[in-house]
Structure formats: structure tokens, C-alpha cells
């Protein structure tokens, strides 16, 4: 109970700015109870009436129910209409701050879980939490109406009260323990269709992969498995609830036979009339089904609305996912740069990955690391990026701890290029006004040209406006890397990390790339891993890096004389090293 008010506490905390319509809707609701507890004195009478021929009465009975029935009618819109503004309100805010929350998870938590899980909380269970003070008030009032009903049960008959006291504490027990069950079942269900959505999403993603690989049917059983999986979680859910449905049917059925024969005898023992009798009997529906299943659909709302709650706030907070952490300090824009004092890091906490790594990069230099696949040099980068936490050891940027800085001073002074980069279902220009909202179509068409990309670009009917498709599915690799490539000249931030960042693309136009990297080396601070030789000799420094350590520096001609294990890799046909001299 504690649990569900603090979750509605929070649920309302998104919904302050609706107040208006949240009080709107509610007054409404209450006011049918009036409406509903009177409703069946007067239709009644309408009956008595018609029976024993006093029409004048049965005239003012039959306008004061078409009263009734307008006023219900106007009452619907109005609630519909502001119970609408308000879901939409507060959904829309609630996944407007999990999506926001989402982005601050770290990236090492990010990869643990599949993408279903946050899929399903941003949609779901956001859904669910907006709908819980509509649907709540909407059961309330139902719940309130039904017991109105059987206070007037009450006053006019407590022997009839009595009897639907007991007949609904029987069938309200059933109710109570079908939805003790089905929550129980609801959250296996859900953690049950993250994993469907995460594995459907990868299906529609990898669909390439799994054609090419001929992976189709082992995939389609992992799939199959998993809508297995969910299909019959749905299927026990919903037997329990026919059973329970079906048996409290039964009972309901039974209580309103001996209602019948209980009437009759009060009849024929004279204490109550025929028409008392048709009152106290319409309201059977109000008692003995309707409040007991607002009461048994209320409390299974509060434990769906329970189980979302705690699935969202604990994507708000830090209870389940780490967020990223950043310091305070800001700096504006860098000289570029930077250094690694002694970092170890593990992505597990059991493979050492980095081994004390140090090394040092002036501003505008151009620095490259190159090593067996594995060494550890994108990580380098990806701390660099402050993407994971080093777990011991410094890195520090401009002279100041990465860890003491603010989130702008890293990402807005920090460009990556990756190797297999993510490009939005947006249009050209819009992918690349992601990094910079006010950027001119001359910055765009010069970003593009140095990328290689403006050819390309121009024999699309639709040019810069053309939409590429989910991941830019729509490009080639070499396609896509240039429109990274674009999107970081766009960026121009102090240091470019470009990591493979040309190795999709064909000889020629991977020496325009380099060419346009060279344009930018004395101006900004450039690393770069490369396959290809051509790429990185005319580097200042290169890092050999193995095991997560630096095994050798110097220039490319350096390196050729002092380390065998350069000179290896190109036989090993990575680098083509010695050929190249
Ligand atoms: P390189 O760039 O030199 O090929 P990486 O830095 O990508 O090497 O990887 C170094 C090691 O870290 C590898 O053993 C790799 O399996 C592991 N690794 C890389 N990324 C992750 C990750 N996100 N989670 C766990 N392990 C990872």
C-alpha cells in the first residue's frame, strides 16, 4: 500500500502541469455516483407505475431518468476528453525522461542487458503508469456507486443488505486471490517479452547477416523459443483468469437464484412490497458482480501498475543501471592534449585489459596505434571518450582529470569515428545537423566534400534530403563511414579519434580520406588505428600496444628498425609494413 502510494506520488509528479483536467475528470466521475445510486429508485417506479396505472407519476419518473440519461451522456465527453489530455500528458513526459535516463545509463550496462528491456519500460510500462489515475478514478467511482448502492440496500431492506454482504465477501475472496496470481504471472510475462523484443529487434536488424550466414533456421528456433516462451506465459495467464472468471460466474449465478427465492419470501411474509422488491432486486448487478469486479480489476490495476512503477523508477534512479558520472569542472574548448597516467581497466572485472598504461599526446599532433587485434587499442579510445570508467590510473585532458570534468567539456571537444558507425533513419542532413542544429548548407556541402561524399550525394534524386534508412541501411560501408567522417568535420572537435574509421573504403577513396586527415593534422589532435599502412606513417608517434601495454614507440622508420613485432605484423598480413619501406 506504502509502495503504491509513493509510486502514485511519483506518477503524479509528472502530471502537476494537468491538475486541472485530473480534477475536471474526477468531479465527473464522483458526481455519476449520485447519478447511479438514485437511477434505479426512479426506473423502479417507472415499473410500479406502468403496473398499476398511475401515469402522472410514471410521466415525472420517465423525465427525471431522461434527465439522467443526458446528463450521463455530457458526463462521458467530459471525462473522456480530460482523462485523454491528461494519459497523454503524462506519458508523454514520462517517456520523454526515460528516454533522457536511458541515454545517461553507462555504456557497460548498456551492454548487459538486451534492448527489449528498455524498449519495453519506454513503451509498456510508461503507458501503464500514465493510465493508472484514469483508469483508478474510473474504478473508484464505479467501487464508491456500488457501495452508495448498498448503503440504500441498507436503509431500505437490512435483511436483503445482509445477504449481498455475504454473497460479495464469498465472490470478493475469489477476486482477491485471481489477481494475487495473474500478477505473479504478469512479471515473468514481462521480463519474458523484453527478451522477445530484444531477439524480434535483432532479427529485423541482423536480417543481412542471418541470410548471408544461412543462419535462418537456428535463428528462427531462438525465435520460436522465445515466442514459446511468451505465448504460453499469456496462455496460463488467461486460463487462470477464465477458470477463476467462470467459477466466480457460478457462484454469482447461484447468490442471484436464492436473492430470488429470499424476495419472494419476504413478499409472502409481508415485509416488503413487490415494488421494494424490484428495486432491491436491480440492484444485483451493482453489488454482487459490478463491485466485486471493480474491486478485483482495481486491485489487479494497482499490482500492473506496481510491477511498471518499479520497472521505470528504477531506470530514473540508480537501483538497477549505473548512470554515467561526470565532475563539474568546464572546460570550453581544449588545446587537445592529453594523457594516460598508469590507467589499468577490465570490462568484467576479471580480464585485465589495459596493464598501467602511459603515454602522452601533445595538442595537433597526429598519433597512431596499431597492434594484434585484441591489444586493447579501441578501448583506449572508448576511456578516452569516457565511455567506461577507468578502474585504476588517470587519464587527463588539457592537464585535468577526465573523471573532474563535465559532460560538454568531453563530448564537445572529443570526436569518434568508428569502424562500423551508427547512422540515423533520417535524412543526410539531418544526420549530420544532429551534431550541429545550425549548421549552414555551405558548412554541410564543404563537410561533405572533404568526406569524399559530396559525389555521391549529388546523383541522389532527392540529394541531402534523401532518408538512408534504419542504421543507414540504405549506404554502403564505405557510404556510411564517410557520412561519419562528414559528421565529425561537422563536429570539428579538438581531438579526432578516427578508429578503422576508413577500412570499408576503396584505395582511392581512402587516400582523398587521408589526404583530408592531413589537411586537419596541424590543427587538431588526431589518433588513429588503421590497417592500412598509408594511413598512419606519416603519424608523429606510433604506439605498438600489446596485451594492453605499450610495447614500442617511435616514428614508422623507428619502429621498423627497433621492433620486430612491427615488422611481424606485416608479414601477418595485417600491416603490409615491409613491403611498403
Ligand atoms: P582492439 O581494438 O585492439 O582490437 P579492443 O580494445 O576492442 O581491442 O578489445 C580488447 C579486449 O577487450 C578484447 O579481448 C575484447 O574481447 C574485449 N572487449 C572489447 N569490448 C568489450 C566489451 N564491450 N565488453 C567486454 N569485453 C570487451
Known sequence: MKETWNNLKKVYSFGKEYKKNMIVFTVSSFFAIIINVIYPIFTARQLTSLTTGLFEQLFWATLVVLLFDILGAIRMVVIRRNTQVFFRGVFQKIQMRVSQEILRITISDIDKHSSGVFIERLNHDCSELSHIFTLGVGQLTGILTNIGVLIAVFIINPVIFLYYFVASFIITCFYLRKVKILSKKEQTL???????????????????????????????????????????????????????????????????????????????????????????????????????????????????????????????????????????????????????????????????????????????????FVGKSGAGKSTIFSLLCKMYPVTQGKILLDGVDINELDEDSIRNNITIISQNPYIFNMSIRDNLRLVKSDLSDSEMRRACKLACLDDFIETLPEGYDTVVGEGGVTLSGGQKQRLAIARAFVQRTEIILFDEATSALDNETQSKIEEAISNLQKDYTILIIAHRLSTIVNSDMIYFIENGQVLAKGTHQTLLKTCSAYNLLGTGGVYPLALAT
Open 190 to 368: 514481462r521480463t519474458a517479452n523484453e527478451k522477445n523484443i530484444g531477439l524480434t529487434g535483432e532479427l529485423v536488424r541482423g536480417v543481412r547477416d542471418i541470410k548471408m550466414l544461412n543462419a535462418r533456421d537456428s535463428f528462427m528456433k531462438a525465435i520460436n523459443q522465445s515466442i514459446m516462451d511468451v505465448s504460453t506465459k499469456i496462455f496460463e495467464s488467461r486460463n487462470i483468469e477464465m477458470n477463476y472468471t467462470a467459477f466466480i460466474e457460478c457462484i454469482r449465478a447461484v447468490s442471484e437464484f436464492l436473492l430470488v427465492i429470499l424476495l419472494v419470501y419476504l413478499i409472502q411474509i409481508g415485509m416488503i412490497n413487490v415494488a421494494t422488491a424490484v428495486v432491491l432486486f436491480s440492484y444485483r448487478t451493482n453489488i454482487m458482480s459490478n463491485l466485486m469486479q471493480r474491486i478485483g480489476e482495481l486491485l489487479n490495476e494497482v499490482k500492473m501498475f506496481d510491477v511498471s512503477a518499479n520497472r521505470v523508477f528504477s531506470l530514473l534512479d540508480t537501483t538497477e543501471f549505473s548512470k554515467e558520472t561526470f565532475g563539474t569542472k568546464h572546460l570550453g574548448k581544449v588545446h587537445g592534449d592529453f594523457e594516460f597516467q598508469d590507467v589499468c581497466f577490465s570490462y568484467d572485472g576479471k580480464n585485465q585489459v589495459l596493464n598501467h598504461l602511459s603515454f602522452k599526446v601533445p595538442a595537433n599532433h597526429t598519433v597512431a
